[in-house]
């Protein structure tokens, strides 16, 4: 649920080109302006390398594959935008943002990388193609915000194609998660039994079940957040084009 | 004259502005708290505890014991009212999120069965320090209750409903979590052995006395239905000697009594507690040191929130 982890960070970022009177130096701002080209222009390598390994075989399958360490390096890459918050130069609440980075880190790490049986999911490709298209559209959404010259059209993007791209990355997370469960449950990864020294134990099979359920409440919770904000967003525009 | 002509009060609706009351030959020296239980009596869904009475919408909340005439209003006094919510004493909410870690520790103390494996039923552990841990806990939580009846002076009356759900799912679920490790069968004891055990032991009677003492220390206080805030002073008791370096010693000695417990279980859980303890216990004791500052011009400047010269 992830998957776009846009509304909550965009209110932040209307606000932070709003406000006039104190946010970050012109420094903090040429620096992210910088980041968030080069995520974009990261995420935009994945996406064609995505099409590209496609086109050369063929099929679907496997695609992971020719992705995998440009997907790891950008996507490790944004828990610098955690920092940019506890810092203060970018206006958005660090819980959050760290929740939904930490998240994506999760899944690209703890279950992806980690259970080498289910790289070859389908629902793998499920959720790197929704990251992938939310990322390039968030990260240039920024970009623009940032240097005051905001296209409609990628203001129009995030807000509307998160209404597909958020419901497919969770469908992916939730299978490949479901996927890695016989493999964990089989190895004991990530798992510490009793008896030891520190009287604790760990079932990492346990925990990831725990996290799908935790998808439950969450995801319809950020998911009709960011309907509401489309409609703030998007909707006035509308009433503008009305009054002429 | 005018000091004794009867005064009218109106209460708005904070937020819509709506006249919800009037009160009509109100005398003077009336207080909010009367206040409260006349608009109760127009309003009987809204007790005195859920009552916000404000000056204005936005400000801060009129304490009972306020007094009309002292107020900055006219012959009619315009208040604003806030909900509160829903409203628990502060002692049923202690009184409830101590008597469940008690009860559910014995219940994986006695291993009670759904637990562990059955064969484990209502057996004991063979290690005494598991049995040592037990006295020390139920003690710990049965000091906390006889507290809570009998030495706490508690300034506010009540809490918001919400909280209790909170605060017990805290409390139920780490004393849970904690008994359920330490009364395992395959409970490894603690690697330095007895040596470790007394040391640890020491520590946390050392930290009850303490913490029981500047309970004790702060009651004194204040008197009997009171409401009033003193600077806290060592006292003859060499346990409250460390007001000198620290502003809330009882979170200093609860902090101390939990890592006594950490030590003599040697349970990884149980640490987690106590680190979690202890950022909510600094987070309190860093806003009291700061209204006591705020409050009295020669509060001691040696003295640190939790830790003392650290913290």
Redesign the interface.
Request: include cysteine.
């Given at each position: 649920m992830s998957a776009p982890a846009m509304g909550t960070r965009k209110t932040a970022h209307t606000d932070s080109s709003n406000k006039k009177k104190k946010g970050p130096g012109t420094l903090a701002i040429a620096y992210l302006v910088i980041y968030n080209v080069v995520m974009t222009a990261g995420w935009l390598v994945i996406a064609v390398g995505l099409v590209r390994a496609y086109l050369a075989r063929g099929s679907y399958h496997g695609l992971y594959y020719s992705i995998e360490k440009p997907l790891k390096f950008f996507q490790t890459g944004a828990l610098l935008e955690i920092l940019h918050c506890a810092v203060g130069i970018v206006p958005s609440s660090v819980v959050l943002t760290g929740f939904q980075v930490m998240s994506r880190v999760f899944l690209t790490w703890a279950v992806t990388h980690s259970v080498r049986e289910v790289q070859s999911e389908d629902s793998v490709l499920l959720f790197v193609v929704a990251w992938t298209v939310t990322e390039i559209i968030r990260y240039s959404f920024y970009t623009f915000s940032l240097l005051n010259h905001l296209p409609y059209l990628i203001k129009w993007a995030r807000y509307t194609f998160f209404v597909v791209l958020y419901p497919m990355g969770v469908a992916g997370e939730l299978l490949t998660i479901y996927a890695a469960l016989p493999y964990v449950q089989k190895t004991g990864l990530y798992s510490i039994t009793l008896p030891n020294n520190y009287n604790f134990s760990f079932d990492y099979h346990t925990f990831l079940i725990l996290v799908m359920i935790s998808y439950i409440p969450l995801f319809p919770q950020l998911y009709f957040h960011m309907i509401r904000q489309r409609k703030k967003v998007l909707g006035h525009v509308e009433e503008y084009s009305k009054v002429e | 004259i005018k000091h004794n002509k009867k005064r009218q009060v109106e209460i708005l609706d904070a937020k819509t502005k709506d006249k919800l009351c009037f009160l009509d030959k109100v005398e003077p020296n009336a207080t909010i708290g009367e206040i409260k239980s006349m608009f109760h009596k127009s309003h009987p869904q809204w007790y005195p505890a859920r009552q916000s009475i404000r000056l204005d919408p936005k400000g801060k909340s009129l304490k009972d014991e306020d007094v009309l005439q002292h107020l900055p209003v006219g012959t009619t006094a315009t208040f604003y009212f806030r909900d509160l919510g829903a409203q628990i004493s502060w002692v049923t909410v202690f009184l409830t999120e101590y008597a469940g870690p008690l009860l559910i520790y014995l219940m994986f103390y006695f291993r009670v069965p759904f637990i562990y494996a059955p064969k484990y039923d209502f057996t004991t552990s063979k290690h005494w320090v598991v049995h040592l841990a037990c006295m020390c806990h139920s003690f710990h939580y049965v000091k906390r209750l006889l507290e809570t009846l009998f030495v706490h002076r508690f300034s506010h009356g009540t809490m918001p409903l919400r909280n209790i759900f909170k605060n017990c799912t805290y409390y139920w679920g780490f004393a849970a979590w904690m008994a359920y490790?330490?009364n395992?069968p395959?409970?490894?004891p603690p690697?330095y052995g007895e040596q470790q055990i007394r040391l640890a032991l020491t520590v946390f009677l050392f930290c009850q006395i303490g913490n029981f003492s500047i309970h004790i220390a702060l009651r004194n206080l204040r008197p009997p239905g009171s409401k009033t805030r003193k600077i806290p002073y060592p006292t003859k008791n060499p346990f409250t000697w460390i007001f000198l370096l620290v502003s809330c010693p009882n979170y200093t000695y609860e902090l101390g009594s939990w890592l006594g417990f950490t030590l003599m279980?040697?349970?990884?859980?149980v640490a987690f507690f106590t680190l979690v303890g202890f950022i909510q216990m600094t987070v309190w004791a860093k806003g009291k040191h700061r209204s006591y500052l705020k409050e009295f011009r020669d509060y001691p400047t040696l003295r640190s929130p939790i830790l003392p010269f650290i913290l």
């Open positions: - | 490790y330490i395992h395959l409970y490894t690697t279980t040697q349970c990884l859980p």
